[in-house]
């Protein structure tokens, strides 16, 4: 049996629209007591405080100074506002260590740039009264291509290919734990190396869009999300296919319609367990 208890934490489940009531996407898979983050979207760090104890949550595990690895899909402006939050409050909060992330092309000289933006701030809590440590602000960076990308005795994640228009670069993931296998879709349309990845999952977070919104948009915005995105008829086929154990929804594009309309939508040609991801909700 099992030992380990892995528990996925939605953070923010936003878009690029500025939703108050849905922060910039972000995730956790918590397993045992190591935080995996994956994407970087505005509000990551004060959501994943939120659920500790000091601020009324329930994961004492999820101290802040231990978000040391993190994960990145693409480099979109949304899921990566929140990127210089994630070197420098956990630094900030006794983070002793570089923060090891792993992302696509690309990110290395995103973090170079974001550094530089940042270095009389790192220099003076260095160097100032705060005597800050000159370890934790460090970031080592791993640009990966297809594969396993990091592996230890709990936790292999496996990067894939998806389609996302014409952006280059762009990542789903699949964790593989002793307890469960979660699988994360990132931004795609529907795609082969998502059902590829996506079998035996014991949960499968997929982005998705209302058909009902999607039929009032006009011919532009339709033809740039039915390239870049995946409505609720293409996410029911693909769960039809894959059979996850649950299916959550997340980066959920609304338009106008309901969460019930969302459900139902989807419901029209799946009949599995589904349910629309919302901030700070934990599955385990």
Same mark, same amino acid.
């Given at each position: 049996?099992?030992?380990?208890?892995?528990?996925?934490?939605?953070?923010?489940?936003?878009?690029?629209?500025?939703?108050?009531?849905?922060?910039?996407?972000?995730?956790?898979?918590?397993?045992?007591?190591?935080?995996?983050?994956?994407?970087?979207?505005?509000?990551?760090?004060?959501?994943?405080?939120?659920?500790?104890?000091?601020?009324?949550?329930?994961?004492?595990?999820?101290?802040?100074?231990?978000?040391? &690895?993190?994960?990145?899909?693409?480099?979109? *402006?949304?899921? %990566? +506002?929140?990127?210089?939050? /994630? =070197?420098?409050?956990?630094?900030?909060?006794?983070?002793?260590?570089?923060?090891?992330?792993?992302?696509?092309?690309?990110?290395?000289?995103?973090?170079?740039?974001?550094?530089?933006?940042?270095?009389?701030?790192?220099?003076?809590?260095?160097?100032?009264?705060?005597?800050?440590?000159?370890?934790?602000?460090?970031?080592?960076?791993?640009?990966?291509?297809?594969?396993?990308?990091?592996?230890?005795?709990?936790?292999?994640?496996?990067?894939?290919?998806?389609?996302?228009?014409?952006?280059?670069?762009?990542?789903?993931?699949?964790?593989? &734990?002793?307890?469960?296998?979660?699988?994360? *879709?990132?931004? %795609? +349309?529907?795609?082969?190396? /998502? =059902?590829?990845?996506?079998?035996?999952?014991?949960?499968?977070?997929?982005?998705?869009?209302?058909?009902?919104?999607?039929?009032?948009?006009?011919?532009?915005?339709?033809?740039?999300?039915?390239?870049?995105?995946?409505?609720?008829?293409?996410?029911?086929?693909?769960?039809?296919?894959?059979?996850?154990?649950?299916?959550?929804?997340?980066?959920?594009?609304?338009?106008?319609?309901?969460?019930?309309?969302?459900?139902?939508?989807?419901?029209?040609?799946?009949?599995?367990?589904?349910?629309?991801?919302?901030?700070?909700?934990?599955?385990?």
């Amino acid at each position: 049996m099992p030992t380990s208890l892995t528990r996925l934490l939605l953070l923010g489940t936003g878009t690029p629209n500025p939703d108050p009531n849905h922060q910039g996407n972000a995730l956790i898979l918590l397993v045992d007591d190591t935080p995996y983050v994956v994407d970087f979207g505005a509000g990551l760090v004060r959501q994943a405080a939120a659920l500790t104890p000091e601020y009324g949550g329930h994961l004492p595990s999820l101290a802040i100074r231990s978000l040391k &690895t993190a994960f990145l899909t693409h480099l979109h *402006s949304d899921h %990566t +506002t929140g990127y210089p939050d /994630l =070197i420098l409050t956990p630094w900030v909060m006794g983070r002793d260590a570089p923060l090891e992330v792993y992302g696509p092309k690309g990110t290395g000289k995103l973090t170079e740039y974001i550094l530089e933006a940042y270095r009389e701030d790192i220099r003076y809590r260095v160097e100032g009264l705060e005597r800050g440590n000159d370890r934790g602000w460090r970031v080592h960076v791993h640009e990966f291509d297809e594969g396993v990308i990091y592996e230890t005795e709990t936790v292999k994640v496996e990067a894939f290919r998806v389609h996302h228009g014409t952006m280059p670069n762009v990542y789903g993931f699949r964790f593989t &734990t002793p307890d469960k296998v979660i699988v994360l *879709s990132g931004d %795609t +349309t529907p795609c082969e190396n /998502l =059902i590829r990845f996506g079998q035996g999952a014991d949960i499968l977070v997929h982005e998705v869009y209302s058909q009902k919104g999607f039929a009032g948009k006009n011919v532009s915005w339709q033809a740039y999300h039915a390239s870049h995105h995946t409505s609720t008829d293409e996410l029911a086929k693909i769960a039809n296919e894959l059979r996850p154990g649950l299916l959550v929804l997340n980066h959920v594009l609304f338009w106008g319609a309901s969460e019930q309309d969302i459900l139902d939508e989807i419901a029209e040609g799946y009949d599995g367990k589904v349910v629309i991801g919302a901030d700070l909700q934990v599955f385990e």
